[in-house]
Structures are given as C-alpha cells and as structure tokens.
C-alpha cells in the first residue's frame, strides 16, 4: 500500500491543470459513488488529481489515486483493495479505468454494500456501461462527463482572462450585451477559434507533441481498446468500424444512406446501425434525427463529434458548412436535444429554429436565429456562431 501512496503524491504534485474546468463544481462531492466518463483524452486523470490537490495535502493519505493499469489489479480485486484502504482510514479512493478490471461493476457494487464510509470517484470511456441488470449500478452511481475545453476555456487559457460562461438561453436573449463585454476585454474571438477549431478541443495542445497524431491516437484506441473491450467484439470486426468511421467523415453534407454504407462495407444495414450507436456512445460521432423519429431510426445528419476530429482526419478541409455543423452540434448538443431542420432552416432546439450562415441571408424570417460566422457581434436574431462556445 505505501508504494500506491507514493505515487500518488508524485502525481498530484507534479500535476498541473491551467484551467479549472466547471465540472468540479457541478458534482456533488457528497454522494458514496461518483462516476465521470468522458473521451479519452479530455483529461479525466488529471482531472481526479487536480480533486486530491484541492480537497487533500499531498501525503494525506485519506484520499488515494489509483489506475487501473496497474499490474497488481491482475491478480487483487479491487474490492479487497479498497478494504485494506479503508482500515488504513482512506475516506476517498479515486480509481481511474475502472471498466479495465474484469467484473468491475460486481467489485464496485460490493465496495458500494460493505464500505459506507468510504467514497469512491471512477473514472472511464463514454463508452462504459453502467446498466449492468445484475450490479444496478446505474440505480446507485451519480454519473458526469468531462467535456473538452470549450471555446471560452481555449481563450481564458491563451489570454489569461477570467470569462464568464453563459447559458443558451441567456445567448440567445442577450448576445449582443454578452459579445460587447467580451469585446470590451480587448480580446476578439475570431482571433482565436480557427487555431481552437483545428487544436483547443483536448489538452493535447498543452503538451510538447504533435497535436494530430495525439488525437489520431487517441481516436484509434477508442476504437481498438474501448468499443471492442467494452462491448466484448472480435478483433476482425475493427477495421469495418474504423472504415465506416472514415466514410461518414469524408461525406459528412449527405444524409447517410445506410444500405450503402453497408454494400461498402460488406455487412449487414443491422450491423451498420449498431456501429453507428457504438462510435456515437465513444463520443466519436454526433448523430441528429429528424422530429419524432426515434433513436432507432436512421439518423438525418452525422458529423464527427468535434471539429479537431474534424480536421485531424481531414486536415486540409475548408467546408465550413460542415465546420459550422459540427461546432453547432459539439456546443448546443450537449445539453440540449437537436433535430434536423425543415427547408427554412438547419436546426430545431427546444422549437426553436436555427440557420448557420457563412453570410448575411438576403432575407430574415422573424421566427429563425441566424448563426453567422466571421463577424464579431449581432443584432437582433442575427448571432456570432463563436458564441456558442461560451456556454460551459
């Protein structure tokens, strides 16, 4: 145990988090199991240490971070670690890739039954399942994502300003008033979104590596490691995933035709479908219906889930349709439900309407939001497109 204590204080104290992402405020830090998922790559690890650094002193040893790529978790179950944990007067056990370890779900249940004193934070894939019908963890765990950094965090980071965030509705109602404070500050959006479109979504661009082949890595062990471990797939089955994974990206403007799709790839329109739901599940797609159809049915739009996986596939792309889509459906889909618009417009939220603009449109329908690129603020129902990135 002492070794897994002095890596621990290793790691928080050589942690370092620019920025404090909102999600730490948003838990509620009282409840016995806590789950975070999240992509990989958004920085849940150093999420949990930058938890230990601030609620714990670096050799308090009530709290304990540990990963499960530990080799001592191949032959000890982690119940019987926490136990051994918990005598030593642990209150707080944060256990990174929980979904790693065989019958996680079953130790963290007895964990959850046999030490109400002790708190337990995990972390994992959004591919994770947490409805297991024989644990009924979903019944007993608070579960939260940890998004990439928006926009608003990209800048604060790159500006060492403090802005605010602001909610849809607020945007919606008083983005003039909202845009003019933030242009007050000295500091123009536009001269940040493209490098934040192409390299701001993942910590990666705080690190001294390539930024594309961080996130092309990362990308690939979302497929090869988190879908197929967690949903228990043959390894012959990868590269029809990552195929379909390429053909939805190179076409992302089409509605996609999910018969041919599955004549190109050789399999069934059932298959296809499955896929579709996995990659979406892993945050590696967004899919958005039409209004009243069901998540069964065939999805009306799909892009990628972030522009910077966007651009990583396709570097030298210059659609800004589908750049604007995808930024729209990253911001406004995360909270939000989004249905594919009808020929006045490319969205409906919440019964409202939505048309992304690369220019001023010849006329304005007075029930629609425009959302326009390349301008710095708007007026009416008239809205930078930038803003939707302040809203976490």
Not at 25 to 51: C, H, M, P, S
Not at 118 to 125: A, E, N, R
Not at 210 to 222: A, G, I, P, R, V
Request: net charge neutral.
């Amino acid at each position: 145990m002492e070794a897994f204590f002095k890596t621990h204080a290793h790691l928080v104290e050589h942690t370092t988090a620019p920025v404090r992402r909102l999600l730490m405020d948003e838990i509620n830090w009282n409840d016995r199991l806590i789950a975070i998922k999240g992509a990989r790559g958004v920085g849940k690890t150093t999420f949990l240490l930058q938890y230990a650094r601030e609620h714990f002193s670096t050799n308090d040893h009530k709290c304990l971070f540990v990963g499960m790529n530990n080799f001592h978790f191949q032959q000890h179950g982690l119940f019987d670690f926490a136990c051994n944990f918990h005598r030593m007067g642990g209150q707080v056990l944060l256990v990174d890739q929980a979904y790693k370890l065989p019958h996680w779900q079953q130790e963290l249940r007895r964990c959850y039954d046999n030490l109400p004193a002790l708190k337990i934070v995990f972390t994992g894939s959004c591919a994770m399942k947490l409805d297991d019908e024989e644990t009924h963890l979903s019944n007993l765990c608070s579960c939260y994502t940890l998004r990439g950094f928006s926009l608003r965090e990209f800048i604060n980071l790159r500006t060492g300003k403090n802005f605010s965030h602001y909610s849809f509705q607020d945007i919606l109602e008083r983005h003039e008033m909202i845009a003019a404070n933030i242009l007050r500050q000295e500091v123009n959006p536009l001269d940040h979104i493209r490098a934040y479109l192409k390299h701001g979504f993942y910590p990666f661009f705080l690190e001294q590596t390539n930024y594309t082949e961080s996130l092309l890595k990362s990308m690939n062990m979302t497929v090869e490691v988190d879908i197929l471990l967690i949903h228990q797939i043959e390894q012959k089955y990868l590269h029809k995933i990552k195929r379909l994974l390429y053909l939805l990206a190179s076409d992302a403007q089409a509605t996609p035709n999910v018969s041919q799709l599955a004549t190109d790839m050789q399999t069934s329109r059932a298959t296809v479908m499955g896929y579709l739901k996995l990659l979406s599940d892993a945050q590696l797609l967004n899919m958005v219906y039409r209004k009243g159809e069901y998540a069964s049915k065939k999805p009306a739009r799909i892009t990628l889930h972030d522009t910077n996986q966007l651009f990583a596939i396709f570097p030298r792309t210059n659609e800004e349709e589908i750049i604007s889509d995808t930024f729209f459906q990253q911001n406004v889909g995360i909270d939000h439900q989004i249905f594919i618009g009808d020929r006045s417009c490319n969205y409906f939220v919440e019964n409202k309407k939505f048309r992304l603009c690369n220019e001023e449109p010849h006329r304005f329908a007075p029930d629609i939001y425009y959302l326009r690129t390349g301008i710095t603020k708007g007026h009416d129902k008239q809205l930078p497109l930038w803003l939707l990135g302040f809203m976490y």
